[in-house]
């Protein structure tokens, strides 16, 4: 349907440094500390001004730090 297509052409999209930080919620220099660090999520390196993040690879590193909480 419609829907499939709109979160494959979602999924498939490629977000500037600014556009993934606000993905999560953070400030663009915490996403570029995190990559510096080697701890944040995937980016692809265009050219050494061109960062691009896969909106895939955002859900999918979110989705590896998820914590389930016990049930008491």
Known sequence: GSNETIETELEDRLLTRPEA???????????ANRAWKNQGPPYIRISSRCIRYSVKDLVAW???????????
């Open 21 to 31: 930080a606000r993905f999560y919620g953070w400030k663009t220099q915490t996403l």
């Open 62 to 72: 979110a989705q590896a730090h998820k914590v389930q909480p016990e049930a008491e």
